[in-house]
């Protein structure tokens, strides 16, 4: 048997004690797409970062090609051909697209970029656009990197890791922020990738998707190889069961309850990217909102929260069924009060404070924890936080553990509990599970769930469709703005929300 | 090449040294080496109560305020370069009140204190109050905003003064009650004990200051939180201009003149204090207690080296080089983090 392109032996790597990765063995042969897989925490990003050169390992062995290889830092990665795209990819913004492929590029035999220390701006053109072509794209090479779409980036940083003469490629969660279509793309150009006798490892938190696109694939649970095999062999179920380490017989909580009177409605709104939109959500009902990237299912929430002005239609929030309509001028602080709470989208650049949990959790409703109206009560600040750390059970330390040092799922879960302290009327959850280990997203279900049950609105966007459908009483699907179907979540399935998401409406 | 010598196969984890643990003690234990080797050097003139109360401390009272208030600024993630400026308006406008001379040289009658302290904090508030809205409701680099507001203030306070130092403050008890002692210490260190103990209440104790950690942490993350942003970061830069007009104030009260040029030591001074505090503790977010510290540690190596027969110059190349290895290692240590 020939031998495989990279073979990672016995790779172990601890931090201050604590072990991370322990003994993983891993290979990928030429042309083979490896799944890596398991939850927060399991190892995965440290498997990855050792491989990029930005970690380095405590014991193991990596071979390339057979031969033995050490990785001490970036440089090193990229010399021997080993790229790797994290989920944010790594674009130089006020650069062209093709100054961004040739990035970091050294002259040699088959393209010279410059001479003696000029830029052959030609050769550079020329050459990006060769790359890009081999991955199926046709950019404009010209323009600034930074106007790209999502897709668009990532290709250039793909293409820049071909002009660097990757052999292994490593795609961290790669369609993170891609359309279904953007996806579809980014998976053609593997395909071309794979038949030039590319090896990719790839990481995702879609399942789906990986049994789409992966041949093979490893789970890893805490820091340990537990299976691996064809993905051909296994269901979506059978890797969850492995990533968990437990049966997950009901990822999703029963639906419960009758809805009640409609707590929040929206009639004709107006703005950026949305347009006559009508909705109404009960108490005590969850109401998911798929479409497309760019749909304006973000807007929404953004403009229900005060963080986006729209600029028509009205807005009200029923007070023991009596509606009054929001002000659009409204900003987010008015909104709470008035029982709307946004949970954002992004974790980390919207989320987190880098603080303790209990700064964390109490800095929504600081002015609850006080004495003399501005001064702030520790102990009650403790109280509370303390309080909902025990029902959301955040695993750590204890409130004062910094949020930064926990893992995606239960810094999640951090954010959660400041908005849960607001105990809003209408509760918003933009993308709740993003980056979130399976075991944790189940958590997170039962949460909302038994939010609603307990009288609170519940909206939800998300663009995974089966947490949709397994979490919501019913979707509503937008497409360019505009709320194109609703659909009873017991009944409907992917394919008919996905149609509807492209425009093409019910079948 | 970054010349790191790290060898992956052998390297371990980072062992039992926990950095976030001894942190809190570096700061203090400086303080005490420090005193100690001086002390030992030079026992008969820098261990005596005369230099280290009123050469070292009393010396940094006024620097010890607008750190303070620096520090505020510093919280909510921005910085404020035009302390010295609001300093020296604020002082300049308050000294021709209080003078007992005109500028010309025609003696006068001395104006009311209660105005000319009023008017101090006023024109701070106002100049404090339009870098906030610069660079909170228009959005301009602060780096920019308060770098060239800073030239407005001081220019403007040269203007009133005629860019003399205003002499003769000596009525209405201004100038006693800064030179004067309370149980035997300086009466300025009390004042700016007071100043920075609000401070610290104010970012550790209020609902205002837990906003701003937020603010400076992840503005984001608090507008999403109901945090009014804008109104957070424009009220840090109000404080900041008053606390830099209380400081500018004491200090002239002290030296019974109004100098607008005596300020213009502190924009630096007071940012590498606050720096050094972070540095030293919690976390490497600002914070009044490092600050305060960071004052100190700088003032006492200062007046160790002066001790010295070291040259002048080198004395402050050796008192910067110290502030540059003090927030080296976390610095390393942010690095290494991730490794």
Not at chain 1, 262 to 272: F, H, T
Not at chain 2, 8 to 36: E, K, N, Q
Request: net charge neutral; aromatic share 4%; hydrophobic share 45%.
């Amino acid at each position: 048997m020939a031998e495989p392109l990279l073979e990672i032996s016995g790779l172990t790597k601890s931090y201050g004690g604590v072990t991370v990765l322990d003994h993983v063995d891993l290979t990928v042969d030429a042309g083979e797409v490896r799944a890596l897989l398991g939850e927060n925490g399991a190892g995965k990003s440290t498997l990855i970062k050792i491989l990029s050169g930005v970690v380095s390992r405590d014991e193991g062995d990596v071979r390339l090609a057979g031969a033995r290889v050490d990785i001490t830092n970036a440089h090193d990665a990229r010399d021997i051909g080993i790229a790797t795209l994290h989920q944010e990819v790594a674009i130089v913004p006020g650069l062209s697209v093709a100054e961004n492929i040739m990035l970091g590029h050294r002259s040699d035999d088959t393209v010279r970029t410059s001479t003696l220390g000029v830029v052959r701006w030609r050769e550079i053109r020329r050459r990006s656009r060769e790359l890009l072509a081999e991955l199926g794209q046709d950019l404009d090479v010209d323009m600034d990197a930074d106007r790209l779409s999502p897709v668009g980036k990532t290709m250039t940083a793909i293409a820049r890791a071909l002009s660097q003469n990757a052999r292994v490629l490593v795609l961290d969660e790669p369609t993170a922020a891609l359309t279904d279509q953007e996806t579809n793309q980014l998976f053609s150009a593997m395909d071309r990738l794979r038949s030039r006798g590319v090896a990719i490892i790839y990481v995702s938190h879609r399942l789906e998707e990986v049994v789409r696109v992966c041949s093979t694939y490893t789970v890893l649970r805490n820091g340990a190889k537990v299976v691996e095999g064809a993905i051909a062999d296994v269901n979506i179920d059978s890797i969850i069961t492995a990533m968990a380490g437990r049966p997950v017989d009901t990822i999703f909580p029963p639906r419960s309850g009758t809805p009640g009177s409609v707590a929040l409605e929206v009639r004709q709104l107006s703005g950026r990217r949305v347009r006559e939109l009508d909705l109404d959500v009960r108490a005590g009902e969850i109401v998911g909102i798929a479409g497309l990237a760019g749909s304006g299912r973000s807007e929404i929430m953004r403009m229900l929260a005060g963080a986006q002005r729209h600029r028509g239609g009205r807005i009200s929030v029923a007070v023991d069924g009596e509606g009054s309509p929001l002000r659009a001028s409204d900003g987010v602080a008015r909104r709470q009060r008035a029982g709307v709470a946004l949970v954002p989208q992004e974790r980390r650049a919207d989320g987190v404070l880098p603080d303790s949990i209990e700064h964390n959790i109490n800095v929504s409703t600081l002015r609850r924890h006080t004495v003399l109206r501005w001064v702030t009560s520790r102990a009650r600040l403790n109280g509370h936080a303390d309080a909902l750390h025990r029902s959301l059970d955040i695993r750590s330390r204890g409130i004062s553990q910094q949020v930064l040092t926990l893992s995606g799922g239960n810094q999640q879960k951090v954010v959660l509990a400041r908005f849960w302290a607001l105990a809003p009327r209408v509760l918003l959850l933009d993308e709740p599970t993003r980056g979130v280990d399976v075991g944790t997203k189940s958590e997170i279900y039962a949460l909302v769930r038994a939010r609603a049950a307990e009288g609170t609105a519940v909206l939800v966007v998300s663009s995974e469709l089966p947490e949709l459908i397994g979490l919501c009483d019913r979707v509503i699907v937008m497409h360019e703005g505009r709320s194109v179907g609703e659909f009873d979540a017991r009944t409907t399935n992917e394919d008919e929300l996905l149609n509807a998401c492209y425009g093409r409406g019910r079948q | 090449m970054n010349g790191t010598t790290t060898t992956p196969a052998t390297t371990t984890g980072s062992g039992g040294f926990d950095m976030s643990r001894i942190r809190p003690y570096l700061g203090p234990l400086a303080l005490v080496v420090m005193v100690g080797f001086f002390g030992a050097l030079y026992p008969d003139t820098f261990l005596t109560k005369s230099n280290l109360v009123d050469n070292i401390l009393q010396q940094v009272t006024a620097l010890a305020i607008v750190a303070s208030v620096q520090t505020v600024v510093m919280v909510v993630g921005e910085f404020d370069l035009s302390v010295g400026g609001l300093a020296a308006l604020a002082t300049g406008f308050a000294a021709t009140i209080l003078n007992t001379a005109t500028i010309e040289g025609v003696p006068k009658e001395a104006g009311s204190l209660v105005f000319a302290v009023f008017l101090c904090v006023l024109a701070g508030l106002i100049g404090g109050a339009i870098n906030g809205a610069l660079v909170s409701y228009l959005g301009v680099l602060a780096f920019i905003a308060t770098l060239a507001m800073n030239e407005v203030y001081k220019n403007l306070a040269r203007y009133r003064v005629e860019g003399k130092p205003v002499y003769g403050l000596v009525e209405n008890n201004f100038v006693a009650v800064a030179q004067g002692r309370t149980l035997g210490v300086p009466n300025t260190i009390y004042i700016a004990f007071v100043i920075a103990a609000i401070v610290w209440f104010v970012l550790d104790r209020t609902t205002l200051g837990r906003q701003m950690y937020a603010v400076g942490g992840n503005p984001d993350a608090a507008r999403y939180s109901g945090v009014n942003i804008k109104l957070v970061k424009w009220t840090a830069f109000a404080i900041c201009g008053v606390g830099a007009a209380l400081g500018g104030l004491m200090q002239s009260a002290y030296n019974a003149t109004a100098n607008t040029t005596a300020p213009e030591p502190w924009m630096l001074k007071s940012i590498a204090a606050v720096f050094l505090g972070m540095a030293l503790m919690r976390n490497g977010r600002p914070n009044l207690p490092g600050t305060i510290l960071g004052v100190v540690l700088f003032r006492t190596l200062e007046n160790g080296l002066n001790k010295t027969d070291i040259n002048n110059y080198l004395q402050d190349v050796i008192n910067w080089l110290a502030v540059v290895l003090a927030v080296l290692p976390p610095a390393i240590a942010r690095i290494r983090e991730n490794r």
